[in-house]
């Protein structure tokens, strides 16, 4: 992608999952790449992984004031994406309501105080990542959908305040990442199977294909106010 060549592109939540093979694709398609999460010592792991002459930086998106003195003290960028989140899964009804604020506070609200504070050059992008629970919810897993939708209006809303610069979101379906790595290897590894036989893409995502559909959205300067689902189909199924 050649039009990212060269241009400033900052992950947050760039250490590992997701957001590692998004600093990884925009790196490898020549833009200048930082990196940002809360844990050091993911960080160093996540440069070694990209190469290059990508930089990292501790952030905890969380911290509004720490979010603020970072975009001060950084020069404008073309392209900001923000996948760092932690949160919480269980039923409404038996999911601790400090939990259900914490998962809120680190999805939704770290995504909106990044929005804020962030120095964006005109047609650049803001990329938000949700979730396909946003359309197709869980009844084990109410919040994390609703936390996902707030996200898709809040890019839609932004996209309208903060134009030229685009806003846009992709939302995934399941995706192999290192959060399911909790998991018994037997449990995940039945767990992927029995998804892809049900999925008509007849396999789970990858962090490189959410990275691409970033990249996309990044790159596509009529690209903006969207929700791009990538699900392998599971809205339908």
């Not at 404008?76 to 899964?89: C, F, K, L």
Request: glycine fraction near 10%.
């Amino acid at each position: 992608m050649q039009q990212l060549k060269d241009q400033r592109f900052l992950v947050l939540g760039g250490s590992s999952g997701i957001g590692l093979a998004t600093a990884r694709a925009a790196a490898g398609a020549g833009a200048a790449v930082t990196v940002a999460s809360r844990s050091r010592h993911k960080l160093d792991a996540a440069l070694a992984a990209i190469g290059g002459t990508a930089r990292a930086v501790v952030l905890d998106t969380t911290d509004n004031g720490a979010v603020e003195r970072f975009f001060a003290d950084e020069s404008p960028w073309d392209h900001v994406a923000i996948s760092a989140a932690e949160t919480a899964r269980g039923p409404v009804r038996g999911l601790g309501l400090d939990a259900a604020r914490a998962a809120m506070e680190s999805k939704f609200w770290g995504a909106y105080q990044v929005a804020r504070a962030a120095r964006i050059g005109p047609g650049g992008s803001l990329t938000f990542v949700s979730g396909y629970m946003s359309e197709r919810p869980l009844a084990t897993a109410v919040l994390q959908g609703a936390i996902n939708a707030a996200l898709e209006g809040l890019a839609r809303g932004l996209a309208l305040e903060l134009a030229p610069v685009r806003v846009n979101t992709v939302s995934p379906g399941l995706i192999e990442t290192p959060l399911w790595s909790r998991m018994a290897e037997a449990d995940r590894a039945a767990m992927f199977a029995n998804a892809a036989e049900r999925l008509p893409a007849r396999r789970v995502g990858r962090p490189e294909d959410v990275a691409n559909a970033v990249l996309f959205l990044a790159a596509t300067p009529f690209a903006t106010g969207s929700t791009l689902r990538l699900d392998g189909g599971a809205a339908i199924a």
